[in-house]
């Protein structure tokens, strides 16, 4: 396949070793997590490197944390866990990566939710997008917001190495609920354009 074409895990696995699936076990129930994880998006790299995206339940029963891993040589993980909540500064508690990609540099692009504070931070939970280095180094992170809730659920590139993120956003009470989101960004993550819109299934269903 292309080097920055989506995997999703049931594919990548199926060319896996019995060892591979130790290492993602031994590294998932780390000291200080509780086996409640899972892993939620994966994807080969040029080289053949694997990258998976996952959500590890911490022990202070304070919410969930972020992981992304490559298994490389040599590997390396990176975790995003902001703590608990504490007054004026947090009113969520999980930062989650749900979907992983890389490019033709075989950087990892990882799609997920980060945890806020509302009005402090003007959202409760924004819509994340960060790109590590094939050694796990952190280039950049962009956040998108629509004043209340938004996720990243879903992550591609195309040839040129621009991003496309697929998620949902929710503005307030009064507005329309569960709102379909759409994000462009260059390889630099500059956001080249956006959108959202409301799905109706009856219409989808025609």
Not at 9 to 32: C, I, K, M, T
Not at 107 to 116: D, F, K
Request: hydrophobic share 35%; with cysteine.
């Amino acid at each position: 396949g292309q080097p920055n074409s989506h995997r999703h895990s049931a594919h990548v696995w199926d060319s896996g070793s019995p060892g591979d699936y130790e290492r993602v076990s031994n590294r998932l129930h780390r000291p200080g997590f509780v086996p409640a994880n899972s892993l939620r998006g994966a994807a080969l790299d040029s080289r053949g490197t694997l990258a998976v995206t996952g959500i590890l339940r911490t022990t202070a029963n304070y919410g969930d944390a972020g992981c992304v891993m490559s298994f490389g040589s040599p590997g390396w993980t990176n975790i995003l866990d902001l703590g608990p909540v504490q007054a004026g500064t947090r009113d969520e508690v999980n930062d989650r990566f749900m979907d992983v990609a890389t490019d033709s540099q075989d950087n990892v692009v990882v799609a997920g939710i980060r945890s806020g504070a509302y009005p402090t931070d003007g959202y409760h939970v924004a819509a994340l997008l960060r790109k590590y280095s094939p050694t796990g180094s952190l280039l950049w992170e962009k956040l998108q917001s629509s004043g209340a809730w938004s996720s990243a659920y879903g992550v591609c590139l195309d040839a040129s190495d621009n991003i496309y993120v697929a998620g949902a956003v929710f503005a307030n009470w009064s507005a329309e609920e569960g709102q379909w989101a759409i994000w462009k960004y260059d390889s630099a993550g500059a956001l080249l354009a956006g959108f959202s819109l409301t799905p109706k299934e009856p219409a989808l269903r025609t």
